[in-house]
Structure formats: C-alpha cells, structure tokens
C-alpha cells in the first residue's frame, strides 16, 4: 500500500511539473532592454451609436467591421496597417462604430515607452521613429477589465453552458469569460470572450 502511495504521489509530482513546463514554454522570455520604437496601431473596436467615429471603408482597418447607428453593417476595413491605403480623409455619415478582434485597449501607442517587439502586444504594429513598420507584437496583451454591466448585452451564450441562453447578467466583452458570446437585444453578436490573462 505505501509503495502504490509513493508511485501514485511520484506521477502527481510528475503531472504538475509537466503542466507547469507547458505553461512556461507559451510566455515569453523578452530581454529589459527598451525599444526605440515611434509609435503603435493597435486596431480596436471604437465608436457607439451614441459617439459615433470619424472614418470610411477606405481607412477602415483590415479584420474590423463597420456598422451604422442602427447596428447595420456597412463594410469591412481595407487599410492594413502595416502599409495604409492613401485614402480620401472624410467622415462616412453611414460609419457609426467598428467591431474588431481586439475590444480593449488604446488604437493609437504614443509615446511607446520602453516597448519593444517582444513586449507589444499581438494585434499591434508597431513603426520607427521615421514611422516605417518595425513589426507586429509578440506578447498577449494583459486584460486590465472593469466590472461595469454592459447594457448592450440582451443575454450570452458560453460552451460551458451548453450554448444554452444566459439572461440577465452582469458581463462586458472584457470580462466574458473564454468562448463566450454576447449578444445584443436585436439578436446581433456583440462579441466573443477572449482569454483571460493576468496582469499580475
């Protein structure tokens, strides 16, 4: 019985370090040196109905979608940012607010402080101070969430309910748990939830 004790307690220790090891091998290992990068685009979700954004299809960012004020989708995004479209700059009346991967978080990083390629965040291009594109970001960026019930949100679907609906709660796209849907009152998709990182 103490021998099976032992061996049992041995593949315990051994499963723990295994799960511990694959979980240092996704963080990153960046260097404390500090970059000497211009500024960031971190394309985001922006804009309501009720505080709608200055921009058309044109300079839209390339994997966010434009909706009008009654939720309407008018287009998706066509700049990249990496290389921007020359575009005419005028305010699409039609343009009341974008829907993109990324929902936290500021669009434009400047200044950019000690940031470098290996601490900025995926989703972000990052340029020079002659403002030529250095790269993308390689880290995940750390959720900072408040806690404010989002009245957009009519009900949410999560694959830990079974996709059943979830009335009545209190969530926001920040803090939606993993795989999680909410969905507005006319049906529509709000958002997804995303990993939860620490920012600890």
Do not use: W
């Amino acid at each position: 019985m103490a021998l099976y004790k032992v061996s049992f307690l041995a593949h315990l220790l051994f499963l723990g370090m295994f799960i511990l090891v694959s979980r240092v091998e996704h963080v990153n290992a960046c260097t404390k040196e500090c970059g000497n990068l211009g500024y960031g685009i971190c394309p985001g979700s922006e804009g309501s109905p009720e505080n709608p954004i200055c921009t058309n299809c044109c300079s839209g960012y390339k994997g966010c979608n434009y909706y009008n004020a009654n939720g309407t989708f008018i287009c998706e995004g066509t700049s990249d940012p990496k290389n921007p479209n020359t575009c005419p700059f005028y305010c699409d009346p039609q343009i009341a607010y974008s829907k993109c991967p990324r929902s936290e978080g500021k669009t434009i990083i400047y200044p950019t402080g000690c940031t470098t390629c290996c601490t900025g965040y995926k989703g972000c291009y990052y340029f020079g101070q002659e403002g030529e594109f250095v790269c993308e970001g390689e880290s995940i960026e750390p959720k900072g969430c408040t806690q404010e019930c989002d009245p957009r949100v009519a009900y949410m679907t999560c694959p830990s309910s079974g996709l059943a609906k979830l009335n009545e709660v209190c969530v926001n796209c920040c803090t939606a748990g993993e795989g999680c849907k909410l969905y507005e009152h006319d049906g529509s998709l709000l958002c997804t939830g995303e990993p939860q990182t620490s920012t600890a």
